[in-house]
T-cell receptor
Framework: GQQVMQIPQYQHVQEGEDFTTYCNSS?????IQWYKQRPGGHPVFLIQ?????EVKKQKRLTFQFGEAKKNSSLHITATQTTDVGTYFC?????????????FGKGTKLSVIP | NAGVTQTPKFQVLKTGQSMTLQCAQD?????MSWYRQDPGMGLRLIHY???????DQGEVPNGYNVSRSTTEDFPLRLLSAAPSQTSVYFC?????????????FGPGTRLTVT
């Protein structure tokens, strides 16, 4: 089936450093969602990107959707310990059923205080 | 609103036993889904429902059954538990199709099959 590559798998940063995770697809995406899961918790929706080249910001988080709609990124500026968790992208593919959401394998972020 | 609730939180089963994982939502969402999460594997869709009385298979449906008799409830049944079904199970609901709408996840059920 269609798969998305999410990199890196793990990232350790010093508090205050920036962090970026990437989601790459070999096929064009219809749209993409991002979720965050705290350790021991459940996934929580962060954002959905739909348009080519779209950029959305939520405080220190910046989300981008590539011009070709094949990749996306999540950038966190000046990480804090509250940012710890696993970040998942969830791409939707053009032409596929609108009910089956796939998830990347996630990037696990650790923040060293 | 309680959102999405799941019971039990933890469960240990022996191989061959059956059980039902409960999921309920009070947001009047039409769409509900069951996912399993294994280390390093992300979330994989087991079954989903687009409304009461309508269910379909996801990516990994074998060994699981679902039904949707009401909008609120979407139980997941393990027919004959196997060690490969040891996982964390999440139920989710959304107002619209999951690929187009924010999904709300329950707290999860941690299942161990020995």
């Amino acid at each position: 089936g269609q798969q998305v590559m999410q990199i890196p798998q793990y990232q350790h940063v010093q508090e205050g450093e920036d962090f970026t995770t990437y989601c790459n697809s070999s096929t064009t995406l219809s749209n993409i969602q991002w979720y965050k899961q705290r350790p021991g918790g459940h996934p929580v929706f962060l954002i959905q990107l739909v348009k080519s080249g779209e950029v959305k910001k939520q405080k220190r988080l910046t989300f981008q959707f590539g011009e070709a709609k094949k990749n996306s990124s999540l950038h966190i500026t000046a990480t804090q310990t509250t940012d710890v968790g696993t970040y998942f992208c969830a791409p939707a593919y053009s032409g596929a059923g609108s009910y089956q959401l796939t998830f990347g394998k996630g990037t696990k972020l650790s923040v060293i205080p | 609103n309680a959102g999405v609730t799941q019971t039990p939180k933890f469960q240990v089963l022996k191989t061959g036993q059956s059980m039902t994982l409960q999921c309920a939502q009070d947001m009047n969402h039409e769409y509900m889904s069951w996912y399993r999460q294994d280390p390093g594997m992300g979330l994989r869709l087991i079954h989903y429902s687009v409304g009461a009385g309508i269910t379909d298979q996801g990516e990994v449906p074998n060994g699981y059954n679902v039904s949707r008799s009401t909008t609120e409830d979407f139980p997941l049944r393990l027919l004959s538990a196997a060690p490969s079904q040891t996982s964390v199970y999440f139920c989710a609901s959304s107002l619209g199709p999951p690929t187009l709408s924010e999904q709300y996840f329950g707290p999860g059920t941690r299942l161990t099959v020995t």
